[in-house]
């Protein structure tokens, strides 16, 4: 399954790159990043309460081989959503860990995908997003933890019909 996460060649960057959906802060004429909005005028009471939301948005993602969820499966949990300090321009730095249920999970990219999709898709401010396998938990978790965090090959794996139709699934609300 690592496979499927593939290099765009760099004709296909360019013109992705002009598309971002997300904005990030340009720096000025002297070079300072604008100050973005602080967690408190996002909504946020604390670093608490942006972690307890990213962590109501993954618990409810399926497992693709199981009729579980992340949560139930304890992939999961909100001890591994680290809320660090802001970036210059005050893009929240948030770290996702994740425990697959066994070390040889063939499944593990996948399942970061979604987590990557999931909090991007519901968190409508400026997020610096890193997820990452728990440490030791993974045969293989070094080269995953490179791919799940990597911009081109994020977008090339969301432009596989089959593929976004697997997040898709995981990641849809139940009714």
């Known amino acids: 399954m690592l496979s499927f996460f593939r290099k765009k060649p760099?004709?296909?960057?360019?013109?992705?790159?002009?598309?971002?959906?997300?904005?990030?802060?340009?720096?000025?004429?002297?070079?300072?990043?604008?100050?973005?909005?602080?967690l408190q005028e996002l909504g946020y009471r604390s670093t608490d309460?942006?972690?307890?939301?990213?962590?109501?948005?993954?618990?409810?993602?399926?497992?693709?081989?199981?009729?579980?969820?992340?949560?139930d499966l304890h992939v999961v949990y909100?001890?591994?959503?680290?809320?660090?300090?802001?970036t210059p321009g005050n893009a929240n730095v948030v770290r996702v860990e994740f425990n697959p249920t066994v070390p040889h999970c063939s499944l593990a990219t996948l399942i970061g995908l979604c987590i990557r999709v999931k909090i991007e898709?519901?968190?409508n401010h400026n997020l610096k997003l890193d997820i990452y396998i728990k440490k030791g938990a993974h045969a293989t978790e070094d080269?995953?933890?490179?791919?799940?965090n990597d911009k081109e090959r994020i977008a090339a794996a969301m432009e596989n019909p089959n593929l976004?139709?697997?997040?898709?699934?995981?990641?849809?609300?139940?009714?």
């Open 143 to 148: 080269e995953i933890n490179k791919q799940i």
């Open 10 to 38: 760099s004709e296909e960057l360019t013109n992705a790159s002009t598309s971002s959906s997300k904005a990030y802060p340009i720096a000025g004429v002297d070079g300072a990043v604008p100050r973005g909005p602080t």
């Open 164 to 175: 976004k139709q697997l997040v898709e699934n995981c990641i849809k609300d139940e009714d």
């Open 121 to 123: 898709r519901n968190i």
């Open 49 to 71: 309460d942006l972690r307890e939301t990213i962590y109501d948005f993954l618990r409810t993602i399926r497992d693709p081989e199981k009729p579980n969820t992340l949560e």
């Open 78 to 86: 909100e001890e591994g959503i680290f809320v660090k300090e802001p």
